[in-house]
Nanobody, 119 residues
């Protein structure tokens, strides 16, 4: 059974850093593009960053460009989100998603991890 488990969230001061991890199991991780999303209460979940299955291309939301870096380790079946220069507006629940596009698109979601940026 496919599973994604996020970790690394917590409370950090403005200007600080956190690294989120998302460990995958139960599916062929290297065949899936991976993304990080975030969501605040009462708002839609929004895309933060995406990395291709091979890890050769990355895309970021304008709000995090230059501060966040997405990466993956296909041997460890893990995707990361390095978050630097954190701002209070980065406060959200962060989710990872695995996606394989084909005749039938397949999406898997993690359960989320809370990131709170506050002094």
């Amino acid at each position: 059974q496919a599973q994604l488990v996020e970790s690394g969230g917590g409370l950090v001061q403005p200007g600080g850093s956190l690294r989120l991890s998302c460990a995958a199991s139960g599916f062929t991780f290297s065949s899936f593009a991976m993304s990080w999303y975030r969501q605040v209460p009462g708002k839609e979940r929004v895309l933060v960053a995406t990395i291709t299955s091979a890890g050769d291309r990355r895309n970021y939301a304008d709000s995090v460009k230059g501060r966040f870096t997405i990466s993956r380790d296909n041997l460890e079946n893990t995707v990361y989100l390095q978050m630097n220069s954190l701002k209070p507006e980065d406060t959200a629940v962060y989710y990872c998603k695995a996606r394989r596009v084909g005749l039938l698109d397949v999406d898997y979601w993690g359960q989320g991890t809370q990131v709170t940026v506050s002094s």
